[in-house]
């Protein structure tokens, strides 16, 4: 499984765009790139998910380069609610292994 | 609604007395996990079950024991508790793992304080 690594934390501005990057040197060809979002007294949920390129959907976008080896979590226009810890994940190839590593996580602080 | 179910959601309890963390989920999926997340560590991976009576351990599965009797159900259970197992803990399910990572549902945790 390969191990990731992330800032601690992050700060930034409501109305700012914020990009998280997620170190990942040892990523396998099949492994996929997962963000969870984490808000105080909850569990994670699921934002995005991607393979390679980019990916897009309602609440962000997720670049991932031709080397694979790190991948780029991008919040555009962040409010004061977009305030949380962000988990990347990396794994799993084809239904053989239950096994996941989140890491530390990034917490980011929006301010107004 | 779907939903992952954690029971109960604060305990206090001391060194050596049994406990069990109830996991229910009604999504009919294959795969549930158990985590814990202390500070400075993120979350952490305890058990994980791939299907009814199938289950594996995760990074840090000392000083706990997982059941898989049911198909929504899958308890945590401490037989003798320490103070280092203090923590939050989450329980989800999924999807069976198969083409790219299955997204998980999580339960709103269990804060379990060890005295």
């Known amino acids: 499984l390969a191990k990731t690594t992330q800032p601690i934390s992050m700060d930034s501005y409501e109305g700012q765009e914020v990009n998280i990057t997620c170190s990942h040197n040892n990523i396998a060809t099949n492994d996929y790139i997962t963000w969870y979002q984490q808000f105080p007294s909850q569990g994670p949920r699921f934002i995005i998910q991607?393979?390679?390129t980019k990916v897009t959907n309602e609440v962000a976008s997720l670049f991932i380069p031709a080397d694979r080896k790190s991948s780029t979590l991008s919040l555009p226009r962040v409010s004061l609610s977009d305030t949380a810890v962000y988990y990347c994940l990396v794994g799993e190839s084809s239904g053989n292994t239950g096994k996941l590593i989140f890491g530390q996580g990034t917490t980011l602080q929006v301010k107004p | 609604e779907a939903q992952v179910t954690q029971n109960p959601r604060y305990l206090i309890t001391v060194t050596g007395k049994k406990l069990t963390v109830t996991c229910s989920q009604n999504?009919?999926?294959?795969?549930m996990s158990w985590y814990r997340q202390d500070p400075g560590l993120g979350l952490r991976q305890i058990y994980y079950?791939?299907?009814?009576?199938?289950?594996d351990k995760g990074d840090v599965p000392e000083g706990y024991k997982v059941s898989r009797k049911e198909k929504r159900n899958f308890p945590l259970i401490l037989e003798s508790p320490s103070p280092n197992q203090t923590s939050l803990y989450f329980c989800?399910?999924?999807?069976?793992?198969?083409?790219?990572?299955?997204?998980?549902?999580f339960g709103d945790g269990t804060r379990l304080s060890i005295l």
């Open positions: 991607g393979y390679k």
């Open positions: 999504m009919n999926h294959e795969y």
């Open positions: 079950s791939m299907n009814v009576e199938v289950t």
């Open positions: 989800a399910s999924s999807e069976i793992p198969g083409q790219g990572h299955q997204p998980q549902h």
